[in-house]
């Protein structure tokens, strides 16, 4: 199994721009997350998914969307890049929400909006 | 709502020291508790996890009891070595998505 994988590795966009962060996993997990980790702030949830067709917004949705129209795939799109957007994206995955589900990461995408 | 407070760092050890990193949380229910870690570079990976008042989770000899009482879940090394240098997050998995806390950074030097 590969896990769980994200592209790109790195990013840079100019503010205004905008692009989507791919996330796949071949577990076949119900449940899909996008976190964000900025220095001292840990991590914060940015939107998840109970299933396909089924999205909800986390603890910093502002500026994101996302879909899920497949149990394996979750993008996170960015519709107008800003400054305060530049960030560590992280997508996680598990079996469940809630107790007792572990959840597992992707490596991360490095976004840089100038 | 949920929440996790945990150390704030930098830690720095020497090799071979104790290694404790406090973590206590506020949850209603009966919820997980988990340590991460972060390699530098890399996503987060499960360090351990227990999933009920009085477990003990152990890995790569890191170890964390589960206290309702305490309302605590420490992390806890008896000899540290320099590839356990990372950042450890305290987690809690109760009815909503994972709660973290905001991390704990730690450096072993030889």
């Known amino acids: 199994n590969a896990g769980v994988t994200q592209t790109p590795k790195f990013q840079v966009l100019k503010t205004g721009q905008s692009m989507t962060l791919q996330c796949a996993q071949d577990?076949?997990?119900?449940?899909m997350s996008w976190y964000r980790q900025d220095p001292g702030m840990g991590l914060r949830l940015i939107h998840y998914?109970?299933?396909?067709?089924?999205?909800d917004q986390g603890e910093v949705p502002n500026g994101y969307n996302v879909s899920r129209s497949t149990t394996e795939d979750f993008p996170l799109r960015l519709l107008s890049a800003a400054p305060s957007q530049t960030s560590v994206y992280f997508c996680?995955?598990?079996?469940?929400?809630?107790?007792?589900?572990?959840?597992?990461f992707g490596p991360g995408t490095r976004l840089t909006v100038t | 709502g949920d929440s996790v407070t945990q150390m704030e760092g930098p830690v720095t050890l020497s090799e071979e020291a104790f290694l404790t990193i406090n973590c206590t949380y506020t949850a209603t229910g009966y919820p997980s508790l988990f340590w991460y870690v972060q390699y530098p570079g890399e996503g987060l990976q499960l360090l351990l996890k227990a999933t009920k008042a009085d477990d003990k989770g152990s890995n790569k000899g890191f170890e964390a009891t589960y206290r309702k009482e305490t309302t605590s879940f420490h992390l806890e090394k008896g000899s540290v070595q320099v590839s356990d240098s990372a950042v450890y997050f305290c987690t809690l998995s109760g009815n909503t998505p994972l709660v973290f806390g905001k991390g704990t950074r730690l450096s072993v030097i030889a």
């Open positions: 998914s109970v299933g396909a067709g089924i999205t």
């Open positions: 577990m076949n997990h119900e449940y």
């Open positions: 996680a995955s598990s079996y469940g929400v809630g107790s007792p589900y572990e959840q597992y």
